[in-house]
């Protein structure tokens, strides 16, 4: 069975650029050697994160991503069982505070959600709208 999380949570203080970079290059690495598909995102303080993959390894990486103080305020949007088949594999990004909106840029995010059932889909939507746009 496989099986998707998606949460919002809040970067550390003071957390730098750096170490942002790396959070999302390493995740994506090993997301993508472990057979995990979804997105990483972080903007203005924020991380919004979609992790879809085999049921015990999600739930055992996100027990660990919980722990990683890091970040903090982990808000869990939803965790669902998926049925459809994994689409891409992982990709992450990191969006300055000075970033135009870009409808290619967006359309990408949306594909890689597309293993989410329809309401899934439709309600990680809005909320990335709000994340990358206002
Ligand atoms: C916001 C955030 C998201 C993360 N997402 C992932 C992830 O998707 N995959 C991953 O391997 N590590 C991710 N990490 C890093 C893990 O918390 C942890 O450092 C990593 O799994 C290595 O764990 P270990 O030191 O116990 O081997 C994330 C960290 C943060 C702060």
Partial sequence: MRYAIVYLSTASEDLE????E???????TWNNQ???TGL???SEGSFFQIIEGEK?????LFENIKEDDRHHNIMQIFGKDIHKD???GYDSDFISNYAEYDPEKFQHYLDQIKVLDFAA????????KVFLIY
């Fill in 40 to 42: 990483l995102l972080f």
């Fill in 22 to 28: 790396n959070i999302l290059k390493s995740s994506k």
């Fill in 86 to 88: 994994a689409y891409d």
């Fill in 17 to 20: 650029e750096e170490v942002i």
């Fill in 56 to 60: 015990n390894t999600i739930s055992e």
């Fill in 34 to 36: 472990n057979d995990i």
């Fill in 121 to 128: 889909q439709k309600a990680v939507e809005k909320i990335l």
